[in-house]
């Protein structure tokens, strides 16, 4: 099928917390776009889960605000994509929710990606040492499948067997568009174990990896509950249904493109732009990394071979680009960090009210009062020299890969001021900035040569959040074109499987560009040489705290 010059393409993005939709055309430029909230649930604590009824219908609500604000009709989307968390969904034969939460309501149907219920389950999965974890960075994490599914094994046998289908969220929301249960080769590569580089680049599971975690009945009758049929990205999966494009806003028989993770979609979005004079080849993307910031923060990297790298995710054979290796750092709580540490002060109403009255945000007024603390200086981030904030307060995804770490900060004063929380705000900022730089060295010392972020999200549209990542890390920040870079991966990948395009990386150079080069501050780079220093110290006194009070715990 070709598509006409005048079609637009669809990408829909399920978030943490809402759904977005928005509208390209063949360019890349969005011409409308609409969110719509999702419900969270949280029964007990490290519990997180969403209802799958919920988010498809807030996915029709985004769609249809984003065709109104486009001024399009339904007639004139040409293909269709979706990604979303790597949260796990639970159906019955009879594509039924199934409850997978402690309070037996059926419609909590999903585990959310950030849910750390399965702690006790993922050590044991780390413990067997298996061979398959070289390709989780060497140890699993409790976001990710496996750990849930033995999770609900143990504590919710019910639910486990009355589970005709585990999807991943974003092939949850293909197969509901479709009715083609087959599984991404993202989100079962990424998530879920599968070996993507076995079987001549088609993928397999392994047998061994899921008798050893107690977990062999789910490969049962060709794995048919968790993917016997997993595409590549880049494929069209299936056409719409009828059913499901009234319930979209949409006209049945649209392309739908295999699904993707909302951070590899982000990366998609990210990685083909370029600046005059680049070519987008192996070598380019070997001195690039892809940051998408929101609630957590992805850290996403792609070369020709692949590159084991301790703490980080991967490798992922062709998860993200077709052919190429991607390593995937991440840090659990950004976004959230931020709001957290905000939310929980003392002046936090009190500058939320001054926010609303003046039409702007807190971010906004917080980032005009460091301004006027940093005054003329040649470093504005010094402020926090005496200032220190570890940021693993939900654990640590990479490169220390380890859920149990905890956040900390050094330097508080007895003060509870606006100053005060404008300086504590900074230095968690800036503490996420260094988890960054972290990730970084990291992939560096195993063969990258990263020395540009191509970065995108809520956090990037934050200029002290860019700033000091720029400062921190030593690498120049490029900012999109289109800052709506997750939509606009989807989008892409909608449009390869119209066939508007022959090849995801050509979609990727035709609709990416870059609008804005941010570079790090030479003056600044002592500063944050000595701030890294302190940023590393910090996980190693918190590790000599944990050996102390073991010692103590012993009996005599």
Request: net charge negative.
């Amino acid at each position: 099928m070709s598509t006409p010059s005048a079609a637009y393409f669809l990408g829909v993005d399920v978030g943490t917390g809402s759904a977005r939709a928005g509208v390209f055309d063949d360019r890349g430029a969005m011409l409308g776009a609409a969110t719509h909230a999702i419900q969270l649930f949280r029964p007990a604590e490290d519990f997180v889960e969403h209802s799958s009824e919920d988010i498809w219908r807030a996915c029709g609500t985004a769609i249809r605000g984003a065709l109104a604000q486009a001024g399009l009709r339904a007639e004139q989307i040409a293909g269709l994509a979706f990604d979303a968390t790597c949260s796990l969904v639970a159906l019955d034969a009879s594509d039924a929710p199934v409850t997978v939460s402690p309070t037996g309501r059926a419609e909590q149907n999903v585990i959310v990606w950030m849910d750390h219920r399965a702690l006790a389950e993922t050590a044991a999965i780390n413990a067997t040492g298996h061979e398959v974890l070289r390709y989780v960075g060497g140890s699993i994490s409790p976001e990710m499948e496996t750990p849930k599914l033995a999770w609900l094994k143990r504590h919710l046998p019910a639910s486990f067997e009355k589970t005709a289908r585990f999807l991943d969220l974003p092939d949850f929301l293909s197969y509901r568009a479709t009715g083609v249960d087959s599984r991404s080769h993202c989100t079962t590569v990424c998530k879920w174990t599968y070996l993507g580089h076995e079987n001549a680049g088609r993928g397999a599971w392994s047998n061994s990896f899921f008798e050893q975690i107690g977990l062999a009945e789910l490969l049962l009758d060709g794995a048919r509950r968790i993917g016997s049929d997993v595409r590549p990205v880049g494929e069209c999966v299936g056409r719409l249904r009828e059913q499901s494009a009234r319930e979209l806003g949409l006209v049945g028989g649209i392309p739908v493109a295999v699904s993707v993770i909302d951070a590899h979609a982000g990366g998609i979005g990210l990685l083909g732009s370029k600046l005059e004079g680049e070519t987008l080849d192996a070598s380019l993307l070997d001195t690039r990394l892809a940051l998408i910031g929101g609630t957590s923060s992805c850290h996403m990297a792609v070369s020709k071979e692949a590159r084991f790298v301790k703490g980080v995710w991967g490798p992922y054979y062709s998860a993200m680009i077709p052919g190429m290796w991607l390593t995937e750092g991440g840090q659990s709580a950004t976004g959230a960090l931020i709001d957290h540490v905000l939310q929980s002060h003392a002046r936090h109403a009190e500058l939320s009210l001054a926010a609303t009255s003046a039409k702007t945000s807190v971010y906004a007024l917080l980032n005009e009062r460091l301004a006027e603390l940093a005054g003329t200086s040649a470093v504005p981030g010094a402020l926090t020299a005496d200032l220190h904030v570890l940021p693993d307060h939900h654990g640590n995804r990479s490169p220390r890969a380890d859920s149990t770490l905890r956040g900390m900060i050094s330097g508080l004063k007895l003060s509870a001021s606006v100053e005060a929380l404008a300086l504590e705000y900074l230095a968690t900022i800036q503490a996420i900035a260094h988890g960054t730089r972290h990730i970084i060295d990291t992939m560096n010392a195993n063969g990258y040569r990263i020395g540009t972020v191509i970065a995108t999200g809520g956090d990037s549209k934050n200029p002290v959040f860019l700033r000091e990542h720029a400062d921190a890390t030593g690498a120049r920040i490029l900012l999109p074109r289109e800052p709506e870079a997750v939509l606009l991966g989807s989008a892409i990948l909608a449009a390869v499987a119209a066939q508007r395009f022959p090849t995801v990386v050509e979609a990727m150079t035709q609709m990416s560009g870059i609008s804005r080069v941010i570079e790090p501050n030479p003056a600044a780079r002592a500063f944050h040489d000595a701030k890294q220093r302190v940023f590393l110290r910090m996980h190693d006194d918190q590790l000599e705290y944990r050996r102390e009070m073991r010692e103590t715990a012993r009996p005599d």
